[in-house]
């Protein structure tokens, strides 16, 4: 059974840190990138860091490029997202996502999300 799976969401207040973790399990973690989306209330999910499978060249949107690190473990079939200099426009539930292409197809598996509130 494929399952990823967020915690370390929470309360904190703005220029606070918190380290997501993303535990995935049921595939072959290390053969798919693994994605950190989120999403506020009213707004579309956005794409916020991206690591491929081999861990190079990380991707983060243009917010919170200098704040956030995006990781993998590959032994631990985990990710995380470390977040720094926290700011109100940074809440939002944070997802992530797996995702690989093979012969054309895309294979692709989301978490639950995890809530992340930034204020005072």
């Known amino acids: 059974q494929v399952q990823l799976v967020e915690s370390g969401g929470g309360l904190v207040q703005p220029g606070g840190s918190l380290r997501l973790s993303c535990a995935a399990s049921g595939f072959t973690f290390s053969s798919y990138a693994i994605s950190w989306y989120r999403q506020a209330p009213g707004k579309e999910r956005e794409l916020v860091a991206r690591v491929p499978s081999t861990g190079s060249s990380t991707y983060y949107v243009d917010s919170v490029k200098g704040r956030f690190t995006i990781s993998r473990d590959n032994a631990k079939n985990t990710v995380y997202l470390q977040m720094n200099s926290l700011k109100p426009e940074d809440t939002a539930v944070y997802y992530c996502?797996?995702?690989?292409?093979?012969?054309?197809?895309?294979?692709?598996?989301w978490g639950q999300g995890t809530q992340v509130t930034v204020s005072s």
């Open positions: 996502k797996a995702d690989r292409t093979r012969w054309g197809i895309e294979y692709y598996y």
